[in-house]
């Protein structure tokens, strides 16, 4: 049987490394409760909850590699902690009973210097609440008899990003010729990651033995403020460039007093107040790939959004 690979979740990262390993040629199983994903003859869809022993077993038989891209059912860290590190654990006992290498797409909020440019060496010891959560599950990534890979992006955008600070809240405005509203600051520099450039180098760290183990970082471009990738993503769509406002960071705050929602955005303002700035340098090199122009990421993120009409 040829090699085949198996991806767990079908939001933005899950799609995207499923449709790039099937137009690589490889063939590809993508589990979600649903069974949703992309339509290609290289992908079986797979309806099936990916916390389930039984299941994974079954699924992950034969993987050479397994993509989990599940993440948690609400944006907070009680949530997280409550499902994340079991369904985590039982994925990587799968793997390693099929012998596959398990590859995480990861975040930064682990890193607990974030005001100095992060690197893949960067202290990751942040404690407490959301930030907590995800140190605490690249310290059982590391401490798995299963080989793991993590690869750390900043905040998202690309095509099917919807719910982001580069997706929905930014580009929908934009195309609707309407102002852009933004969180903590539009002039401080920020990360972030286009997702099939995070895509390229989970399958690329999966096909290296000797990037398995370690921390790698999603090639990025260089920060910008949310201001300037706004008007790239205005420039990308031949429209004017917006008017960005900005809710303050005490707005925010205030508003935590009494809505939960406002309190875990409140937790991450750090990240949008102050530079907040990784570097992918390193993983570059290491993995051979590059990030795609901001032109051109920005244009098919545009023309994706358009398709949803």
Known sequence: MADFYVVTGAGPVGWTVAEQL????????????SGSGPDHPLIERIKGDAKDP????TVFAGAKAVFHCIHGSAYNAAAWRAELPA????????????????????SLYSYSEPDSVMTEGSPRRAAGGKRGARTELLQAREASATPTVSVVAGDFFGPRV??????????????????????GS????????????LARAMIRAADMPSAWSCVWHAP?????????????????????APKVRVLPGWVLRAAALFSSDARELAEMLYQF???????S????????ISPTPLNEAAAATVDWWRQQG
């Open 22 to 33: 099937a137009d690589q040629g490889r063939q590809v199983r993508v589990l979600t409760r």
């Open 54 to 57: 039984a299941i994974l077993r």
């Open 87 to 106: 369904a985590e654990q039982a994925v990587l006992s799968a793997a390693h009973q099929a012998g596959a290498v398990v590859v995480f797409p990861e």
């Open 162 to 183: 919807r719910m982001a600070h580069g997706g929905e809240r930014i580009v929908v405005p934009i195309l609707a010729g309407r102002s852009v509203s933004v969180v």
């Open 186 to 197: 539009a002039r401080q520099p920020h990360s972030f990651t286009y997702v099939p450039d």
């Open 220 to 240: 990025t471009g260089p920060a910008m403020t949310q201001r300037e990738l706004g008007h790239a993503f205005a420039t990308a769509a031949g429209v004017p």
């Open 273 to 279: 107040e102050r530079p907040f700035v990784m570097d």
């Open 281 to 288: 340098a390193l993983s570059e090199s290491t993995l051979g």
